[in-house]
């Protein structure tokens, strides 16, 4: 007689990949940050360059500044994520300490995810005058990317006072009318 011995088929839990922020620099000038995991030593981003990580599993704060010297209490844009303890959810935010050091600047942050929430600060500081923005969560395998200079103006043009996002002029009177440039400039 013969037996036939049947065993359970163990298939290991369903793993996703974890997404990943990113820090792409966009401007003109170089940006420095400052990961909490190597305080010492600033990842210098230049123009048209980026920096990302894969998510941390505690709450992560990128620190980032026009200055190579250390933020310490000078002005700083922070990036903060937290991964929540299943990995399935991702809280981001952006937020501002001692000043606003990318003012004039169009900052915005964009989940891979369409279905998740954009923060846009199109001058470099939070709306409305708060220290930052309301935190916002997304799927734990979408990538989070930070962009400064977003829709930035062509060099010999420039936002024109609070007209709102995008709009680039070369001559502005105040803070919200376009004209032509005089004659002979």
Not at 29 to 50: K, M, Q, V
Not at 144 to 169: A, K, N, Q, R, Y
Request: with cysteine; proline share 9%.
């Amino acid at each position: 007689m013969r037996t036939t011995l049947f065993l359970p088929l163990v298939f290991p839990p369903f793993v996703s990949a974890l997404g990943r922020a990113i820090v792409s620099n966009l401007c003109p000038d170089t940006l420095y940050l400052w990961n909490p995991l190597n305080t010492n030593i600033p990842t210098a981003l230049h123009t048209d360059s980026s920096y990302s990580e894969l998510y941390q599993s505690n709450i992560t704060a990128l620190l980032l500044t026009p200055f190579a010297t250390h933020p310490g209490n000078t002005s700083q844009t922070v990036f903060s994520y937290a991964l929540s303890s299943d990995k399935s959810q991702i809280w981001y935010n952006l937020s501002d300490a001692y000043g606003d050091p990318f003012f004039g600047r169009t900052i915005s942050v964009k989940p891979s995810n369409v279905n998740c929430q954009d923060i846009e600060w199109y001058f470099g500081k939070p709306p409305a005058g708060s220290n930052d923005t309301a935190g916002q969560n997304c799927i734990g395998e979408a990538d989070v990317e930070v962009e400064f200079c977003t829709g930035h103006c062509l060099p010999s043009w420039s936002l024109c006072g609070d007209m709102g996002p995008g709009i680039c002029c070369t001559h502005c009177i105040g803070q919200h009318h376009c004209v032509a440039p005089p004659n002979g400039v």
